[in-house]
């Protein structure tokens, strides 16, 4: 049974669509526009409810607000923080899992190590701006240093990252928007949970 949660951050308040678990939690933002119905997210967190894992699915002050685009600079983190922080209260067992989807991917792996997590899952990760790869975000995720799962879009304009010890990338048929093979996505995320879970 779902729960709606608002959450006081720093920059107004956020809303949580709650599913209880106690397996662990996992905690997504979505991407720069602020819409919570992209079709990744809901297969990202039908795998972890399907584990037992609780999950959390945030829309950020800036969208609850009403704009379409985020606030620049800390303020997206620093109200991130809020809500993982909030909701980890909630669900204190097992491991803490935050991700997201593009630009809420990117707050993920901005803030892992502050709120504890202890891995981070990334849907459509914007390596760079469309254009441009001399704007290069790879460091971004090289700073996360818990395991990572980068579900990144082969024909995806916004470029797909690199690998590393702790980064797993799996490149699936498609575009930044990761519609093709949504059972595909679940599947790999799946698994990725039942790694964790141990």
Same mark, same amino acid.
């Given at each position: ?24 939690l ?7 526009s ?8 809901a297969?990202?967190?039908?795998a972890a409810a399907? +584990?037992?894992l609780?999950t959390a699915? &945030? @829309?950020? $002050?800036?969208s *609850?607000a009403?704009?379409?685009v985020p #606030?620049? /600079?800390p303020?997206?983190?620093e109200d ?26 990117r ?16 849907l ?5 701006p ?6 290069? +975000? ?5 700073? &996360? @240093?818990? $395991?990572a799962? *980068?579900?990144?879009?082969?024909s995806? #304009?916004? /470029?797909?990252?690199t690998g ?11 575009d930044?928007?990761?519609?093709k093979?949504?059972?595909g ?6 698994s ?6 141990g």
């Amino acid at each position: 049974m779902s729960e709606d949660l608002t959450v006081q951050t720093p920059h107004g308040p956020a809303h949580v669509q709650l599913t209880p678990g106690d397996r662990g939690l996992l905690v997504l933002g979505p991407g720069a526009s602020g819409s919570v119905k992209a079709g990744d997210l809901a297969v990202a967190l039908r795998a972890a409810a399907e +584990r037992g894992l609780a999950t959390a699915l &945030v @829309t950020p $002050p800036y969208s *609850v607000a009403g704009k379409r685009v985020p #606030p620049r /600079g800390p303020v997206a983190d620093e109200d991130w923080v809020a809500v993982v922080s909030a909701v980890r209260e909630r669900f204190p067992n097992g491991p803490l899992i935050t991700g997201g989807r593009s630009f809420g991917a990117r707050v993920a792996c901005h803030t892992a190590a502050e709120v504890g997590a202890d891995a981070v899952l990334c849907l459509a990760f914007p390596t760079h701006p469309p254009g441009r790869p001399d704007k290069s +975000r790879q460091a971004e995720l090289d700073a &996360v @240093t818990v $395991p990572a799962l *980068v579900v990144t879009g082969a024909s995806d #304009p916004f /470029g797909n990252p690199t690998g590393s010890a702790t980064t797993r990338v799996e490149v699936v048929p498609g575009d930044h928007g990761l519609k093709k093979d949504l059972p595909g996505i679940g599947t790999l995320i799946g698994s990725w949970l039942d790694e964790r879970l141990g």
